[in-house]
């Protein structure tokens, strides 16, 4: 949809801005042996630099969360084009990953300044992904409650629900889970941490493999999640295995659901209730070479949690994952 | 034999009491991944996800 780089007069980077509905990913690489995106891959490998959230106000998001103790990472810019402006400004999260505050009201562009359309002859059908749901942070040894302060005290999150190692652990490992949100809903943030287990968690597999706290994975909303799961294997994209006898005893757990059971198992689809309704979920392998980042599709009809019931499922094929690359 | 139940969206409405809305903040506006080869990325996720 949009396009940074050599032809826009921008000579360190080069970036892509694509979009499905209301998700904008940016891909960005360096374009100079100095530039210091070539650090943060040697470090990470490819992996998400930057959650942009949308606001009213980007000079005072930036000055209500530096002064409420938030490490600043860009000072508030306005940049404009004949298309309008737009103000931006950020802050340091967990790790390396930073938030920048956008401010878009009076910008019609493309993207935003500094960024061209891109148009392009093929344009693969889209996959029924609707909005991002919610983006899992993975945090070291004993840093998890900093990052539920972060959230709560410098960002106003309230704190949905928590986790511990008693609640999501199999034979293996455990792990913990806090779940931040915004006052609206729009926004959610759980935050992991590794617990102690007999063998290495995956969330210990990923700080390995990325050096560090980061982006663990990024759920995105389908309205049929049988349409996009199908859509996506066809197309190449790779999910854990679930084992059938998972399905064996999932109806007694979840009661009445819309879906077809044979066709949710023929895709490895996950079920789980809560008290408002239910969810159907399913996480990809990762996408990139290091076992770091993935993706979870996930439907909501009703449920506002986040699987709770899966947990151990979900794990357990991450560890048939982790088992075969030697780092369980 | 239907259940009902809607897809969940959210408006801007507070439903979390306990958030302390000073910012406030609308949604996720991008995500930005720094990558080896950005042509190539895009390509996968053009073809693969439908982006």
Same mark, same amino acid.
């Not at chain 1, 006898?245 to 009661?255: I, Q, S």
């Given at each position: /949809?949009?396009?940074?780089?050599?032809?826009?007069?921008?000579?360190?980077?080069?970036?892509?801005?694509?979009?499905?509905?209301?998700?904008?990913?940016?891909?960005? $690489?360096?374009?100079?042996?100095?530039?210091?995106?070539?650090?943060?891959?040697?470090?990470?490998?490819?992996?998400?630099?930057?959650?942009?959230?949308?606001?009213?106000?980007? +000079?005072?998001?930036?000055?209500?969360?530096?002064? +409420?103790?938030?490490?600043?990472?860009? #000072?508030?810019?306005?940049?404009?084009?004949?298309?309008?402006?737009?103000?931006?400004?950020?802050?340091?999260?967990?790790?390396?990953?930073?938030?920048?505050?956008?401010?878009?009201?009076?910008?019609?562009?493309?993207?935003?300044?500094?960024? +061209?359309?891109?148009?392009?002859?093929?344009?693969?059908?889209? $996959?029924?992904?609707?909005?991002?749901?919610?983006?899992?942070?993975?945090?070291?040894?004993?840093?998890?409650?900093?990052?539920?302060?972060?959230?709560?005290?410098?960002?106003?999150?309230?704190?949905?629900?928590?986790?511990?190692?008693?609640?999501?652990?199999?034979?293996? $490992?455990?792990?913990?889970?806090?779940? /931040?949100?915004?006052?609206?809903?729009?926004?959610?943030?759980?935050?992991?941490?590794?617990?102690?287990?007999?063998?290495?968690?995956?969330?210990?597999?990923?700080?390995?493999?990325?050096?560090?706290?980061?982006?663990?994975?990024?759920?995105?909303?389908?309205?049929?999640?049988? #349409?996009?799961?199908?859509?996506?294997?066809?197309?190449?994209?790779?999910?854990?295995?679930?084992?059938?006898?998972?399905?064996?005893?999932?109806?007694? +757990?979840?009661?009445?659901?819309? #879906?077809?059971?044979?066709?949710?198992?023929?895709?490895?689809?996950?079920?789980?209730?809560?008290?408002?309704?239910?969810?159907?979920?399913?996480?990809?392998?990762?996408?990139?070479?290091?076992?770091?980042?993935?993706?979870?599709?996930?439907?909501?009809?009703?449920?506002?949690?986040?699987?709770?019931?899966?947990?151990?499922?979900?794990?357990?094929?991450?560890?048939?994952?982790?088992?075969?690359?030697?780092?369980? | 034999?239907?259940?009902?139940?809607?897809?969940?969206?959210?408006?801007?409405?507070?439903?979390?009491?306990?958030?302390?809305?000073?910012?406030?903040?609308?949604?996720?506006?991008?995500?930005?991944?720094?990558?080896?080869?950005?042509?190539?990325?895009?390509?996968?996720?053009?073809?693969?996800?439908?982006?």
């Amino acid at each position: /949809m949009a396009y940074a780089g050599l032809e826009t007069g921008v000579k360190d980077r080069t970036s892509y801005v694509l979009q499905q509905d209301k998700i904008r990913l940016v891909l960005t $690489t360096p374009m100079t042996p100095d530039s210091p995106i070539n650090e943060h891959i040697r470090e990470h490998g490819d992996g998400v630099k930057v959650i942009a959230l949308w606001v009213p106000d980007a +000079r005072k998001a930036w000055e209500e969360t530096t002064k +409420r103790g938030a490490k600043s990472f860009m #000072e508030p810019i306005k940049e404009e084009d004949e298309h309008g402006y737009v103000v931006r400004s950020g802050i340091h999260t967990y790790g390396e990953t930073v938030h920048i505050f956008v401010e878009r009201n009076e910008y019609k562009g493309p993207f935003m300044p500094g960024y +061209r359309a891109w148009k392009s002859h093929y344009n693969p059908p889209p $996959t029924g992904l609707k909005f991002i749901d919610h983006m899992v942070g993975n945090v070291g040894w004993g840093e998890m409650n900093t990052w539920v302060d972060f959230y709560a005290r410098v960002m106003g999150f309230a704190q949905l629900v928590s986790f511990d190692d008693k609640d999501i652990s199999t034979d293996y $490992t455990a792990l913990m889970s806090k779940l /931040m949100r915004t006052g609206n809903g729009r926004l959610k943030f759980p935050i992991n941490a590794p617990a102690e287990g007999k063998k290495k968690s995956q969330i210990e597999e990923y700080i390995e493999f990325y050096n560090g706290a980061g982006v663990q994975h990024i759920a995105v909303a389908t309205n049929n999640i049988i #349409e996009t799961v199908s859509a996506l294997k066809d197309r190449g994209v790779e999910f854990l295995y679930v084992p059938p006898t998972y399905y064996d005893d999932v109806l007694d +757990r979840v009661g009445e659901i819309d #879906e077809d059971l044979a066709v949710l198992k023929e895709h490895g689809v996950l079920v789980d209730r809560d008290d408002e309704g239910y969810l159907l979920q399913l996480c990809t392998k990762p996408v990139l070479d290091r076992p770091t980042m993935f993706f979870e599709i996930i439907q909501r009809k009703g449920a506002k949690s986040f699987g709770k019931g899966n947990f151990k499922a979900l794990f357990e094929a991450i560890e048939r994952e982790q088992e075969n690359r030697g780092t369980l | 034999m239907s259940t009902g139940l809607k897809d969940v969206d959210y408006s801007l409405e507070k439903i979390m009491q306990d958030a302390e809305d000073f910012l406030p903040l609308w949604g996720t506006d991008y995500v930005e991944l720094y990558v080896g080869n950005a042509k190539q990325s895009a390509h996968y996720y053009k073809t693969a996800w439908g982006f």
